[in-house]
């Protein structure tokens, strides 16, 4: 069957570097994405990479390796607004996407 | 950001109700999705209409209706509902039906079914 995992929940400082990891296993591989979604909102797309290597966009950055079947996201100069819950997802060979359950995290000051 | 939009944002109903969820997007896409969100599970891709026609219909119960009049328009019908169907529907458009597109999402309906 297809898997996205990613860590349920996780705590950072104000200020810190925080590293969001997510694993997949799919049938194909077409692209992965990031979703940030505050509590009562709409996830909005922060990234999507289908080769290997790290995109750096602002404060976040995305890292892929396809190999490995494993992303990352990079969040640095940990700001309150960034507590939000954050969405993996993989474009599989039907170009269809498949979500992980997301992480939860929490800043605190 | 408003381009995306749901109503209603709250819903409670019997599981004997009919009621209606309605989305509309302004963005000029050509595509629109409905998801069902549960607490600490995956999005769950419910139906797809690209070019107001359905291409996808995982699988879901059939007292769960959609329509899509137009590409700017998305409802989901609901009829004779269970108590297990509370959830976060989120719709979501991109521009066309292909799945590297970007998918913008509207905020949600939060359901209650008693």
């Known amino acids: 069957g297809q898997n996205i995992d990613q860590p349920t929940e996780m705590t950072a400082t104000e200020g810190a570097i925080v590293q969001i990891n997510c694993t997949y296993q799919?049938?194909?591989?077409?692209?992965l994405f990031w979703y940030q979604q505050h509590a009562g909102e709409a996830p909005t797309f922060l990234s999507y990479?289908?080769l290997d290597g790290l995109e750096e966009k602002g404060r976040f950055s995305s890292f892929l390796s396809r190999s490995k079947g494993y992303s990352y996201l990079l969040l640095k100069e940990l700001q309150m607004k960034d507590s939000a819950s954050y969405l993996c997802?993989?474009?599989?060979?039907?170009?269809?996407?498949?979500w992980g359950a997301g992480t939860k995290l929490i800043i605190k000051p | 950001e408003t381009g995306v939009t749901q109503t209603p944002r709250h819903l409670v109903m019997g599981m004997t109700n009919k009621k209606s969820l309605k989305c509309e997007q302004h963005?000029?896409?050509?595509?629109m999705y409905w998801y069902k969100q549960s607490a600490k599970k995956p999005l769950e891709l419910m139906f797809v209409?690209?070019?107001?026609?359905?291409?996808e219909n995982n699988s879901v119960p059939s007292r769960f209706s959609p329509e899509c009049p137009n590409s700017s328009h998305l409802f989901l019908h609901l009829h004779t509902l269970q108590p297990e169907d509370s959830a976060l529907y989120l719709c979501?458009?991109?521009?066309?039906?292909?799945?590297?597109?970007?998918?913008?999402f509207g905020p949600g309906t939060r359901l209650t079914v008693l």
């Open positions: 979501a458009s991109s521009q066309g039906g292909q799945g590297t597109d970007t998918q913008y």
């Open positions: 209409y690209n070019f107001k026609e359905q291409t």
């Open positions: 963005l000029g896409h050509n595509a």
């Open positions: 990479n289908v």
């Open positions: 799919t049938s194909g591989f077409n692209g």
């Open positions: 997802a993989v474009l599989d060979s039907n170009y269809q996407l498949i």
